[in-house]
């Protein structure tokens, strides 16, 4: 196994250290004052910035910050539908940082998590996930692409007009399809050999670097700053 890293993008950094970024911004997440989730979602599209991934950042910005304004707009009026886009909400930061590692390239992940001593088990598991989210964002076109053909919400603001039905209409297909993909990833890992009790090679080198260091160092600085400062007030 080669230990050269890519030199640019996403796949420049370690795997593992998205792994364990993911692993920090949890921690912050969990202990975080709803106020501070918003400091935590800018720390985290900064990450995506730094990892090559700018189209990605923004496009997660705008989604929070669509879901909190909708949120808070709906809070006096349905307040079903405000925990429902409020929960979504907070979880967008911690999504800005699982699209980093499903964004890497999927070899060099199995690798790395194979380097940590994940069991086989494990490995099942990571490798249908890191294979589920492309795919399932494929579903989520054609889905969309069916409401069109279908005349249902033929336009953007008809969501927001009708949000219940825009609620209904996506997510019952999403599950559906979810468990037919989840099916089908199932039999195409065990025919590519998941089951195999060798050790997996892989063509794409591995390792940490300085740029590991500079990624996962302020994250973990400047997450934990405003705790500090709390626990000094």
């Known amino acids: ?83 429902i886009l409020n929960t979504f909400a907070r979880a967008v930061p911690l999504m800005m940082l699982a699209a980093a590692l499903v964004a890497s390239n999927p070899s060099r992940v199995m690798a790395a998590v194979q380097k940590i001593g994940v069991p086989r088990t494990g490995l099942a598991m990571i490798c249908l996930l890191v294979r589920f989210f492309p795919v399932m964002g494929e579903e989520m076109k054609k889905i969309r692409e069916g409401q069109l053909a279908r005349g249902i919400l033929p336009k953007r603001r008809d969501m927001l007009a009708h949000p219940i039905t825009a609620y209904q209409c996506f997510f019952v297909p999403l599950i559906i399809r979810c468990l037919r993909l989840s099916s089908d990833l199932g039999a195409s890992s065990e025919l590519r050999g998941l089951a195999s009790q060798e050790r997996r090679s892989c063509l794409h080198g591995i390792g940490f670097s300085v740029w590991d260091a500079a990624l996962v160092f302020p994250m973990f600085v400047l997450g934990a700053a405003p705790l500090l400062l709390s626990v000094g007030a």
């Not at 400091?39 to 705008?62: D, K, P, S, T, W």
């Not at 709906?74 to 405000?82: E, G, H």
């Open 1 to 83: 196994m080669t230990e050269s890293v890519a030199s640019s993008g996403v796949d420049r950094a370690d795997p593992r250290t998205h792994l364990v970024t993911l692993l920090v911004a949890t921690v912050f997440w969990a202990v975080y004052s709803p106020q501070l989730i918003h400091y935590l979602a800018v720390l985290c599209a900064a990450y995506l910035f730094a990892n090559g991934m700018a189209r990605h950042a923004l496009g997660f910005a705008a989604v929070y910050v669509a879901l909190t304004l909708i949120a808070g707009a709906s809070a006096f009026v349905m307040p079903l539908l405000y925990v």
